[in-house]
């Protein structure tokens, strides 16, 4: 069974960094792409950072590009989110999906991992 | 970028009753286009994914039509559970995107 669990939320200053995680499980990681797509409170979904299966290539939302970086360790089951000078509009609830058929479609979803900018 | 708009904001109907929502392309999108249901406090649940195709385990009074820029997601005869948000979900171009949400409540 597919499970993927964010974490590494929590509350930071505006301008200050973070890291966000997310561990996967049931699948054969190295094979699918990694999204993350965040949710800021009571307003839809935005989708972030798309990294390919092999890690090789990266795309950005505008409005994180330059600021958030996306990464994975295959060897660890793992896919990244570091997120460089916070703003409060960063604020939100930050999930990891998975991409299958190779595609931007997302299946399995983590239960997000809430992120909150503010001083 | 593409946008989507789904239409209507909130729909109100009753157990048993059929839905109809719908979501407009800003280009067309070929049938590059899902469907999921959120409820709160849940993380987002794929129904459809290009246009018409079911995702495993989603039962069958859930349907998915259109292509190009007009698309239409129908809940046949609505249960209990099946009142939440819906967003639908373009993967046509970069960046992807999600229209901004129907949320369909009990009449």
């Known amino acids: 069974q597919v499970k993927l669990v964010e974490s590494g939320g929590g509350v930071v200053q505006p301008g200050r960094s973070l890291r966000l995680s997310c561990a996967a499980s049931g699948l054969t990681f190295n094979t699918y792409p990694m999204h993350w797509v965040r949710q800021a409170p009571g307003k839809g979904l935005e989708w972030v950072a798309v990294i390919s299966y092999d890690g090789r290539n990266e795309y950005y939302a505008d409005s994180v590009k330059g600021r958030f970086t996306i990464s994975r360790d295959n060897s660890k089951n793992m896919v990244y989110l570091q997120m460089n000078s916070l703003r409060a509009g960063d604020t939100a609830v930050y999930y990891c999906t998975r991409g299958a058929y190779g595609q931007s479609i997302f299946d399995y979803w983590g239960q997000g991992t809430r992120v909150t900018v503010s001083s | 970028e593409i946008v989507l708009t789904q239409s209507p904001a909130t729909l109100s109907l009753s157990p048993g009753e059929r839905a109809t929502l719908s979501c407009r392309a800003s280009?067309?999108?070929?049938?590059?286009l899902a469907w999921f249901q959120q409820k709160p406090g849940q993380a987002p649940r794929l129904l459809i994914y290009d246009a018409s195709n079911r995702a495993p385990g989603i039962p069958a009074r859930f349907s998915g039509s259109g292509s190009g820029t007009d698309f239409t997601l129908t809940i046949s005869s609505l249960e209990p559970e099946d009142f939440a948000v819906y967003y639908c979900?373009?993967?046509?171009?970069?960046?992807?995107?999600f229209g901004q949400g129907t949320r369909l409540e009990i009449k």
């Open positions: 280009q067309s999108l070929s049938s590059y």
């Open positions: 979900q373009q993967r046509s171009d970069w960046p992807v995107t």
